[in-house]
C-alpha cells in the first residue's frame, strides 16, 4: 500500500499522523503476486456473482488481443502511439473506414494495457448482429496496412499531441496527481516516469 499526500500540507505533520496511524501495517513482507507462486492460489468463485440468462440481442460486442509488453518495454511509446493512430477517436483509421465508410459497426477502438508483466494489444468492436462477421476482414486489412506502411505524418504528429495532452489532464487535479504519483511509484519505481516516457512519444519517428 503506498499512501501520496499532494498539496500544500506540512510534510512533517503529514509524516507524523502517517507513522501514528498505519506504523503498525509497515515490515510485514508482501504477498507473492499469482504469476510469481506459479498461479496456485485458488480464483474466488463467490455463486452469488455467478447468473446466466438468455435474451435476444441485436448487437454484437467483439474483442481481440495478443501479448504485447510491460510497462518498462522500450517499444510501449511507439504502440500506444499506434493504437491511437488505428483505433482511438473520430479520426482514427478503423473508425473511418469501419463506422464511417462501410457502415459495418457502431463503435471500435485499439488500445495497449502494459503492467508490470506482460501485457496485451487489443481491438474491441460493437457491431449490429447481421454484420457480426463482416468487419474483421477490413480490421485486418487496416493493421496490415500500418504494419507495411506505419503512420502518415500528420497522423504521427496528431497521436503525439493527444498522448501528451491526455498525461498532463490526467495531473490537473490534486487528486490527479496524488493517483499518478502513486501509480508510477508502485508500478514502475520512479515518479519521473511520464517525463520519461513523453520524452520518448516526442522522439518517434515514423
Request: hydrophobic residues 40%; proline residues 5%.
Amino acid at each position: 500500500m503506498t499512501l501520496v499526500v499532494a498539496g500544500d500540507v506540512n510534510p512533517a505533520e503529514v509524516e507524523k499522523q502517517v507513522a501514528k496511524t498505519w506504523g503498525k501495517a509497515t515490515g510485514k513482507a508482501p504477498r507473492a503476486r499469482r504469476r510469481e507462486s506459479g498461479f496456485n492460489q485458488p480464483l474466488a468463485r463467490a455463486k452469488q456473482f455467478q447468473d446466466a440468462r438468455n435474451f435476444s440481442v441485436n448487437a454484437i460486442k467483439w474483442v481481440g488481443a495478443i501479448p504485447a509488453c510491460n510497462l518498462l518495454d522500450p517499444v510501449l511509446p511507439a504502440l500506444d502511439v499506434s493504437a491511437m493512430v488505428l483505433g482511438q477517436g473520430d479520426a482514427s483509421r478503423l473508425y473511418r473506414r469501419l463506422f464511417r465508410d462501410e457502415g459495418l459497426v457502431t463503435n471500435v477502438g485499439a488500445g495497449v494495457w502494459a503492467p508490470a508483466g506482460t501485457g496485451m494489444y487489443s481491438f474491441d468492436v460493437e457491431a449490429p448482429l447481421d454484420k457480426a462477421g463482416a468487419f474483421r476482414k477490413i480490421l485486418s486489412e487496416e493493421v496490415t496496412r500500418f504494419c507495411n506502411e506505419g503512420p502518415t505524418v500528420e497522423e504521427l504528429e496528431r497521436a503525439k499531441v493527444a498522448v501528451e495532452s491526455e498525461r498532463i489532464y490526467s495531473t490537473q487535479s490534486m487528486d490527479g496527481l496524488a493517483h499518478r504519483l502513486g501509480y508510477m511509484k508502485n508500478a514502475v519505481g520512479s515518479p519521473y516516469f511520464d517525463v520519461e516516457y513523453l520524452s520518448k512519444v516526442q522522439n518517434l519517428t515514423r
